[in-house]
């Protein structure tokens, strides 16, 4: 079993930037493939960034991609999502992820286990 806690949300203006944390318990952290979705009001959870268990692969949603940066450190058990110039349309409750068995993690379909959510707020 895995747990997941995120923390880092808040309120930032546009352009602006945000670094997200998820601290995981549970012996399977280091090998299980870590993401990020986020849902906005009214619309559906969506892919954000994936990283592998190593780290050695990552991958990002078009909207993010060259803003946002996603890492681990698994002697600490935590992944963080870096988000830089940061837009009113970002604004969305951001949810960390985990699955075992797959190499990065890019479908809600496949996430085995979620942590409770984090609220991003961007003012325009």
């Known amino acids: 079993q895995v747990q997941l806690v995120e923390s880092g949300g808040g309120l930032v203006q546009a352009g602006g930037s945000l670094r997200l944390s998820c601290a995981a318990s549970?012996?399977?952290?280091?090998?299980?493939?870590m993401g990020w979705f986020r849902q906005a009001p009214g619309k559906e959870r969506e892919f954000v960034a994936t990283?592998?268990?190593?780290?050695?692969?990552?991958v990002y949603a078009d909207s993010v991609k060259g803003r946002f940066t996603i890492s681990r450190d698994n002697a600490k058990n935590t992944v963080y999502l870096q988000m830089n110039s940061l837009k009113p349309e970002d604004t969305a409750v951001y949810y960390c992820?985990?699955?075992?068995?797959?190499?990065?993690?890019?479908?809600?379909?496949?996430?085995?286990?979620w942590g409770q959510g984090t609220q991003v707020t961007v003012s325009s």
């Open positions: 549970g012996r399977t952290f280091s090998s299980s493939a």
């Open positions: 990283i592998s268990w190593s780290g050695d692969s990552t």
């Open positions: 992820a985990a699955a075992r068995l797959v190499v990065v993690l890019t479908t809600t379909q496949r996430v085995e286990y």
